[in-house]
């Protein structure tokens, strides 16, 4: 069973930059397909990007595309987000999740682990 922990969350202005990361426990790491998602408050979660086990594809929501940038490094059982050109509209608590099966897929509902999130506050 994997455990995931995210870190790197925190306050900055609109046009900054952040990384967030996600580590995962155990050996297995690179057998799950990883996603980044969020939710803000009154929304539901929403995917934001995903890539596949080895790393060599990858998705983003429509709405990050271009400022987001989703990898991994399985030698650290960890997942990254780098998200740059922030807007307030980006505010969420971001949450990292692991999915099992072959595809990667964009609905929540097929993830199995999750993390606990970490906020993302953006102000104007």
């Known amino acids: 069973q994997a455990q995931l922990v995210e870190s790197g969350g925190g306050l900055v202005q609109a046009g900054g930059s952040l990384r967030l990361s996600c580590t995962g426990s155990?050996?297995?790491?690179?057998?799950?397909?990883m996603g980044w998602f969020r939710q803000a408050p009154g929304k539901e979660r929403e995917f934001v990007a995903g890539?596949?086990?080895?790393?060599?594809?990858?998705a983003y929501a429509d709405s990050v595309k271009g400022r987001f940038t989703i990898s991994r490094d399985n030698a650290k059982n960890t997942v990254y987000l780098q998200m740059n050109s922030l807007k307030p509209e980006d505010t969420a608590v971001y949450y990292c999740?692991?999915?099992?099966?072959?595809?990667?897929?964009?609905?929540?509902?097929?993830?199995?682990?999750w993390g606990q999130g970490t906020q993302v506050t953006v102000s104007s």
């Open positions: 999740a692991a999915k099992s099966s072959a595809v990667l897929t964009s609905r929540s509902y097929e993830y199995n682990y």
């Open positions: 890539i596949t086990k080895s790393g060599g594809s990858t």
């Open positions: 155990g050996r297995t790491f690179s057998r799950y397909i």
